[in-house]
T-cell receptor, first 112, second 112 residues
Framework: QKEVEQDPGPLSVPEGAIVSLNCTYS??????FMWYRQYSRKGPELLMY????GNKEDGRFTAQVDKSSKYISLFIRDSQPSDSATYLC????????????FGSGTQLTVLP | SQTIHQWPATLVQPVGSPLSLECTVE??????LYWYRQAAGRGLQLLFY??????ISSEVPQNLSASRPQDRQFILSSKKLLLSDSGFYLC???????????FGPGTRLTVT
C-alpha cells in the first residue's frame, strides 16, 4: 500500500466550476502538507503549504487538512482553463530529513 | 529572488553512454538540494539529496551518482546509461529548516 494515495483522474470540469482534489495518507506521522501544480513538460510549482489541520486560503485556492481522517484537499474556485495541469500533493513526516512523499498526481482539465 | 536552472532541457543518449546533468541555484546560500526522477504517469522518486558541499545521500540503488562541487551546484551523473534511466529529471532546492521544495524546469532524458 502506498503511503500517499491520489486519484490520477483525469478530471474534466467546465470553466467556472469548483474543483476538489484529494489525497489520503496512511501514516499519521505526516505533519507538513503541500500542493504542487505541474504543467505539461514543466517542473512542479509550489501552490500552497500548511502545517496544521484546518483551512488555508490563497486567492482562488483553499488547502484543507483533516489529520483525524488522514485526508487533505485542494479546492479551486472559479476554475480557469489556465488551471489545467497535474496537481501533486506532498507531505513530510518527522525524522525523514528533508524528504517529501508525493502523491502520483491528478490530471485536471478545465474546459472553456 | 531565488532561481533554479537545469540543463540541458532535453537529451537523447544511447545505451551505455555517460550522463551529466547540471543544476544551479541563484539567490540563496547553503540550500538543500535534491534530484528526482519522474516516470510517465507516476509520482516523483527521490534519487539524491544534499545538505552541503560534498554531502550526498542516496535514496535508491542504481547506476546514477550525484555530486555537489559548489554550494549552489548539483550534478547528476552516470557512467553507463540503461534504457530504464529514461525519464524526466528534476532538481529542487529548499532553504534551511524549511520543508517546502522548489523545482527547476527539468531535463527530459531519452535513452535509446
Amino acid at each position: 500500500q502506498k503511503e500517499v494515495e491520489q486519484d490520477p483522474g483525469p478530471l474534466s470540469v467546465p470553466e467556472g466550476a469548483i474543483v476538489s482534489l484529494n489525497c489520503t495518507y496512511s501514516n499519521s506521522a505526516f505533519q507538513y502538507f503541500m500542493w504542487y501544480r505541474q504543467y505539461s513538460r514543466k517542473g512542479p510549482e509550489l501552490l500552497m503549504y500548511t502545517y496544521s489541520s484546518g483551512n488555508k486560503e490563497d486567492g482562488r485556492f483553499t488547502a484543507q487538512v483533516d489529520k483525524s481522517s488522514k485526508y487533505i484537499s485542494l479546492f479551486i474556485r472559479d476554475s480557469q482553463p489556465s488551471d489545467s495541469a497535474t496537481y501533486l500533493c506532498a507531505m513530510k513526516k518527522p525524522g525523514s530529513a528533508r524528504q517529501l512523499t508525493f502523491g502520483s498526481g491528478t490530471q485536471l482539465t478545465v474546459l472553456p | 529572488s531565488q532561481t533554479i536552472h537545469q540543463w540541458p532541457a532535453t537529451l537523447v543518449q544511447p545505451v551505455g553512454s555517460p550522463l551529466s546533468l547540471e543544476c544551479t541555484v541563484e539567490g540563496t546560500s547553503n540550500p538543500n538540494l535534491y534530484w528526482y526522477r519522474q516516470a510517465a504517469g507516476r509520482g516523483l522518486q527521490l534519487l539524491f539529496y544534499s545538505v552541503g558541499i560534498g554531502q550526498i545521500s542516496s535514496e535508491v540503488p542504481q547506476n546514477l551518482s550525484a555530486s555537489r562541487p559548489q554550494d549552489r551546484q548539483f550534478i547528476l551523473s552516470s557512467k553507463k546509461l540503461l534504457l530504464s534511466d529514461s525519464g524526466f529529471y528534476l532538481c529542487a532546492w529548499s532553504a534551511g529548516i524549511s520543508y517546502e521544495q522548489y523545482f527547476g524546469p527539468g531535463t527530459r532524458l531519452t535513452v535509446t
